[in-house]
């Protein structure tokens, strides 16, 4: 059975949908996080998990009973506030024995697991702190020793990288996948940043709008989007709209206006006729020139029209003969060269069958 | 920043001579070792000693003392409970109403105050006037101020900070106990020190609502001055002031954010 259950879970503000019928299973020991745009309805689920919101349609459920009519306090879950959220007038020490205090432990049992937390967070030596003398690196580990320190079955983290800049958030993030395989606790993260989702997590759940476009493993996720939005969202993405032409059981033949055929595979039942987009990752497509011969099916030929070098890669915008510039990422790994082509030069893209995904719709 | 121009150096002067002469000249002849207010003959602390014997001032200022620590230890309570309220809940229309009505007593006039109390205690309520009357008086004018500190005290924290400690487990007592109060703690403190130098130094209120058993010490000087203002009058008005000035200063260090010394 699943750690933590939402079923056709609704919830509306005024006229407005801020989570629309959704339903998912998060298991126990996982890392899982929710990802979409701001306004997307994250933060929403998350406030009804933790229980200051309750959903006007729907259940949640933890360890299969339901957590209606539960309040935040009873709920053995804890959430790490994206301002952290730290009691100003109590020490290091006082906030973290905090969630203990209140539960009624012994005082020797408090400081036995306050510098366990504390230690397990690296900050070992810094108890009689207050948190207006830490840095937001050190508030923030301070908020998860704190949400942390009475074991609870989940935990729930709201945007708390997010503040952090971008080196420090980098190791934090590594600190947070030691933290979670270390405790072995279910944490629920929050998230608008695709990277960090896709770096940090077992399983992500897209939301678009206040619906769950797709939850899938960081990888599938990658390769395989449900839709547009999904592609879209997470990562960079070339989409070329198509129509099928034919389909066989696993090949398909999509037509692009103006720029010919493209040959696919898809596993699904497509039939011919059927319109959507051809999404491909830049770093999937090849780009030669014109005049070198490749052996793949799916060649066109372009120029290049802009590019962005970047050191270890450079970023290749082709200008195709329908006018479509289509995005190919090159990693600049050939000794003695900076790249392998310059704007202006006339060039063929070039992709294997099966390096992209067709979306209906 | 600039500095100011001369003349409003000049006339910052002259506004606070015009403020603190006259103050200063009581403190001054508090020590004048003559019994008119006329001219400086030499120094002296007999009028203080003499203070010190006088039963009337004694009992005046006893009374004053006693109204003022349980008029602002109830206002804070109070007070304290309006703020929090005042912040916590959003109830439509009430919400914006209740600010209003309980600061109209810190706006309203004094004398206009005095009198509806009065008619109040003696027609509605039908109570004798004496303790019980100045008291409900001095909570109703302080128990505003109370409420404001502690809402502007509140508003300044984050609401994430209580929605934390419930998520970590505490009940709403336990809230209360450990992280509301000590938060709103020097915004009380602030709160107490200025409802008892109020209370203490209030005249128009008390005037009104005393009647004839109790007497306050501004009722106790009022009346001596009637005759005349003697040195020892001096001598009270400027321990009274020493008093009220302390414990501004004091409620200004609890709550720097509410009674700003600087901009």
Known sequence: ?361 | MRKPAHWIWAASLGVYAFLYIPLAVVVLFSFNDSTLNAQWVGFTTHWYTKLLHDEEMLRAAANSIVIALLASSMATVLGAMAGIAMQRYRIRYLSRALPFLVLTPVAMPEILLGVSLLLFFRQVLDLTLGYLSILIAHITFSLGFVAIVVRVRLAGMEESLFEAARDLGATPWQIFRRITLPLILPALAAGFLMSFTLSIDDFVITFFVAGVGVTTLPLQIYSMIKVAVTPEVNAVSTLLMALTLTLILLASRFAPDVLKARG
């Open chain 1, 1 to 361: 059975m699943a750690l933590l259950e939402l079923r056709n879970v609704t919830r509306r503000f005024g006229n407005l949908e801020a989570v629309k019928d959704v339903t998912l299973a998060i298991e126990a020991g996982e890392f899982f996080t929710l990802l979409g745009p701001s306004g997307c309805g994250k933060t929403t689920i998350l406030r009804m998990i933790a229980g200051f919101d309750a959903p006007d349609e729907g259940e949640v459920l933890l360890d299969g009973k339901s957590l209606a009519g539960v309040p935040p306090e009873k709920r053995p879950l804890h959430t790490v506030f994206q301002n952290y959220a730290l009691f100003p007038h109590l020490s290091v020490s006082a906030n973290v024995a905090f969630p203990l205090e209140v539960a009624g432990l012994s005082r020797a049992e408090c400081r036995r697991r306050v510098a366990e937390a504390l230690a397990q967070v690296h900050l070992a030596d810094k108890g009689a702190a207050y948190p207006h003398e830490l840095s937001g690196g050190q508030k923030q580990r301070v908020a998860l020793a704190r949400a942390l320190v009475n074991r609870p079955r989940l935990l729930l983290l709201d945007e708390p990288v997010s503040a952090l800049d971008a080196k420090l958030r980098e190791q934090m993030q590594v600190e947070l996948i030691a933290l979670q395989r270390e405790v072995g606790i279910t944490f629920v993260f929050v998230t608008h940043l695709q990277e960090e989702a896709l770096a940090l997590s077992h399983r992500i759940a897209v939301l678009n709008a206040g619906r769950l476009e797709q939850l899938d493993e960081p990888d599938k996720l990658y390769a395989q989007p449900a839709n547009r939005f999904v592609a879209d969202f997470i990562g960079k993405i070339n989409l070329i709209e198509v129509e099928v032409t034919a389909a066989s059981k696993v090949l398909l033949t999509l037509k692009a206006p103006g720029l010919g055929e493209i040959a696919a595979t898809d596993p699904r039942p497509i039939q011919a006729g059927e319109r959507g987009a051809f999404a491909l990752r830049p770093e999937l497509i090849r780009v030669y020139g014109h005049k070198e011969s490749a052996d793949l099916k799916n060649r066109f030929e372009g120029r290049v029209k802009e590019l962005l070098y970047l050191g270890d890669v450079t970023l290749y915008k082709v200008e195709l003969a329908n006018g479509f510039l289509i995005e190919a990422l090159m990693t600049n790994a050939a000794p003695g060269r900076a790249k392998f082509h310059e704007v202006g030069d006339a060039v063929a893209v070039c992709w294997r069958h099966d390096a992209g995904v067709f979306l209906r719709g």
